[in-house]
Every structure is written in structure tokens, then in C-alpha cells.
């Protein structure tokens, strides 16, 4: 395997996981958070390695949420964030052009994965989600959506390349329970 561009993930034999709701009802306690919950259930039932998880709530809006992301990627040194909500065609759904204001490159096939996967469960809204994912530094980041199923459904669908995407940033890595989800890593 290739050195690491990341000397702080070849340091570290734990994982940090953030996983960031976007609402504005459940920033001020009106709304209960179901998203990050299920977030971080759907990852403790996946991931095998050592891992260290973090959940913040925040308000909708661009610059809001892009200030979060950043501080988790660069002052926490995250290696992996998923957020959850605000990726709808709602006035306040920012988190996409949030996620595009950090990033340096975006990574469009998650989101195309996770519309068909929700598509196929059945879902007509699927096409009015605006999931994605990218990367800044070390970091992986992937928008969810807000709700719990669609959540894992949409995990389910993508995370088989997370793993090898995290490897190949430099990013810690991170072991799967092969019955839930077999990472993909090539041979050779």
C-alpha cells in the first residue's frame, strides 16, 4: 500500500467518525433528532475497528453547516462525516452546496447509488434528494437523508466503498462485519 498522505490517520488506530444532523426544528429541541441515532446504530452495527463517534446538531443553511464541516475535517481531524438532512429542494435545504463550499473534489456516484437503492425500495421522492459525497483533506463527507430507514438504506447501498475510499485519502482505516457489509478493497 502507498504511503499515506495523512501522517495522522497512520498514527491512530481509532477511527473518528462525525455525524452531523441539519434541521432547524431539532437545533432548537422542537424535533427530536432521529437521524444521527440512526446514523451512528447503522455504523456500531457495521464497523468492526476501533472507532471514536461524534454528533452534532446544527440549523440549516450553507454557511452554518460549511463551518461545521470544516471543523470537524480540519480542527478534529475527522476522517469520516456523514450528514444527515437539508439535502431536499426545500428553500433551507443547503446541505449540498454547503458540502460543495468545503470540499475539493465530489465523489457524484453516491449519491446517483443511493437514489437508485432508494428508488428500488419503493421510494417516488428518491429523485428530489440531492445526496452526494466529496472529499477535503483526509476527509470523506456524504450526505443522508433525515430519516432513519432511508438512513440505512442508503448506507447499505454505498458503504462497501467507503473503506478503500478512506485508504486511498489517507484517511484510518476501518474493517467491516463481512455479514453486513463486505468492504471492498482490490487485490494487488
Same mark, same amino acid.
Given at each position: 500500500?502507498?504511503?499515506?498522505?495523512?501522517?495522522?490517520?497512520?498514527?491512530?488506530?481509532?477511527?473518528?467518525?462525525?455525524?452531523?444532523?441539519?434541521?432547524?426544528?431539532?437545533?432548537?429541541?422542537?424535533?427530536?433528532?432521529?437521524?444521527?441515532?440512526?446514523?451512528?446504530?447503522?455504523?456500531?452495527?457495521?464497523?468492526?475497528?476501533?472507532?471514536?463517534?461524534?454528533?452534532?446538531?446544527?440549523?440549516?443553511?450553507?454557511?452554518?453547516?460549511?463551518?461545521?464541516?470544516?471543523?470537524?475535517?480540519?480542527?478534529?481531524?475527522?476522517?469520516?462525516?456523514?450528514?444527515?438532512?437539508?439535502?431536499?429542494?426545500?428553500?433551507?435545504?443547503?446541505?449540498?452546496?454547503?458540502?460543495?463550499?468545503?470540499?475539493?473534489?465530489?465523489?457524484?456516484?453516491?449519491?446517483?447509488?443511493?437514489?437508485?437503492?432508494?428508488?428500488?425500495?419503493?421510494?417516488?421522492?428518491?429523485?428530489?434528494?440531492?445526496?452526494?459525497? =466529496?472529499?477535503?483533506?483526509?476527509?470523506?463527507?456524504?450526505?443522508?437523508?433525515?430519516?432513519?430507514?432511508?438512513?440505512?438504506?442508503?448506507?447499505?447501498? *454505498?458503504?462497501?466503498? *467507503?473503506?478503500?475510499?478512506?485508504?486511498?485519502?489517507?484517511?484510518?482505516?476501518?474493517?467491516?462485519?463481512?455479514?453486513?457489509?463486505?468492504?471492498?478493497?482490490?487485490? =494487488?
Amino acid at each position: 500500500m502507498a504511503e499515506s498522505p495523512n501522517p495522522r490517520a497512520d498514527q491512530r488506530t481509532t477511527a473518528r467518525i462525525a455525524i452531523v444532523t441539519v434541521s432547524d426544528r431539532a437545533s432548537r429541541g422542537e424535533y427530536e433528532d432521529k437521524g444521527g441515532p440512526a446514523a451512528e446504530d447503522w455504523l456500531r452495527e457495521v464497523i468492526t475497528s476501533p472507532l471514536e463517534i461524534t454528533r452534532e446538531i446544527v440549523p440549516d443553511g450553507r454557511e452554518g453547516v460549511a463551518a461545521t464541516l470544516r471543523k470537524l475535517a480540519d480542527g478534529e481531524g475527522a476522517d469520516l462525516i456523514l450528514i444527515t438532512g437539508g439535502t431536499g429542494p426545500a428553500p433551507r435545504d443547503e446541505t449540498p452546496e454547503a458540502l460543495a463550499d468545503v470540499i475539493e473534489k465530489e465523489l457524484p456516484g453516491f449519491g446517483e447509488e443511493m437514489r437508485r437503492a432508494s428508488l428500488a425500495e419503493g421510494v417516488p421522492t428518491a429523485i428530489l434528494s440531492r445526496q452526494t459525497a =466529496g472529499i477535503r483533506d483526509a476527509c470523506l463527507m456524504i450526505t443522508l437523508p433525515g430519516k432513519p430507514a432511508a438512513i440505512a438504506t442508503c448506507l447499505d447501498a *454505498v458503504f462497501a466503498a *467507503v473503506p478503500y475510499c478512506l485508504d486511498l485519502i489517507g484517511a484510518a482505516r476501518i474493517e467491516t462485519d463481512e455479514g453486513r457489509v463486505k468492504a471492498f478493497r482490490p487485490k =494487488g
